[in-house]
């Protein structure tokens, strides 16, 4: 009896803290999640025989895995990162070129033959708006000192400075094509890398 307690208990510090905060907007409170877990991303910067760059963070969050190209600002949902199939399909909604989808599938697929930065300081926010869900990962790239916003089942991602609140809301809107939901998500992003 008391190895399946100590069992239930050890499972119990697999699933995930999630802290509910509110943040006020525009005179309206918005309440959205905070998972207490690092999402395990990593950083890489890849490079192609015709001089083409792709800036993505990867890693592994509530659902599964996801991707950010982050200077292309797209974004997708990953499978294992041996899963070339998948995530094959999933790289070729948002890359063009087979070959950079090859490039991109091998790479994280034998990611740890790579040289990648794996980032220390990282969120997982859940925000429910609108009748829509939007999971963003959070994090700062030392190295460059940006911090960057993935939103994978959005296939979003970009990348600023650490300081602009205007910079991110800007880019969210060009994004999300919807002002309203750029300054609800804007204001979160911004709380929560301060």
Same mark, same amino acid.
């Given at each position: 009896?008391?190895? /399946? +307690? ?8 697999? &699933? ?5 905060? %509110?943040?006020? @907007? ?7 999640? %905070? %998972?207490?877990?690092?999402?395990? &991303?990593? =950083?890489? /910067? ?11 963070? +990867? ?24 899963? *070339?199939?998948?995530?094959?399909? #999933?790289?070729?909604?948002? $890359? #063009? ?9 091998? @790479?994280? =697929?034998?990611?740890? !033959?790579?040289?990648?930065?794996? %980032?220390?300081?990282? *969120? ?12 963003? $990962?959070?994090? &700062?790239?030392? +190295? #460059? ?16 400075? @650490? ?10 809107? !060009?994004?999300?094509?919807?002002? #309203?939901? =750029? !300054? &609800?998500? @804007? =204001?979160? $992003? +911004?709380?929560?890398?301060?």
């Amino acid at each position: 009896m008391e190895k /399946n +307690f100590t069992e239930i208990n050890s499972l119990k510090n697999l &699933v995930p803290k999630i802290t509910e905060k %509110l943040i006020e @907007t525009d005179s309206k409170i918005i309440k959205y999640r %905070l %998972l207490e877990q690092n999402p395990n &991303v990593k =950083a890489l /910067n890849i490079s192609t025989n015709s001089d083409k760059t792709f800036n993505i963070v +990867f890693g592994e969050h509530i659902n599964g895995g996801f991707c950010g190209v982050l200077n292309k600002n797209k974004s997708c949902e990953l499978s294992h990162y041996s899963d *070339k199939f998948f995530n094959t399909e #999933r790289f070729s909604k948002i $890359i #063009r070129g087979k070959e950079n989808v090859k490039l991109l599938v091998n @790479t994280i =697929a034998n990611y740890e !033959k790579t040289d990648f930065t794996e %980032l220390q300081y990282t *969120k997982e926010i859940s925000v429910d708006f609108n009748g829509f869900n939007y999971l963003i $990962i959070l994090g &700062v790239n030392g +190295f #460059r000192n940006t911090d960057f916003c993935v939103i994978p089942n959005w296939e979003i991602s970009f990348e600023t400075n @650490t300081d602009s609140i205007g910079e991110k809301e800007k880019n969210l809107v !060009k994004l999300l094509k919807n002002k #309203r939901i =750029a !300054k &609800v998500l @804007t =204001a979160i $992003i +911004f709380e929560e890398l301060r």
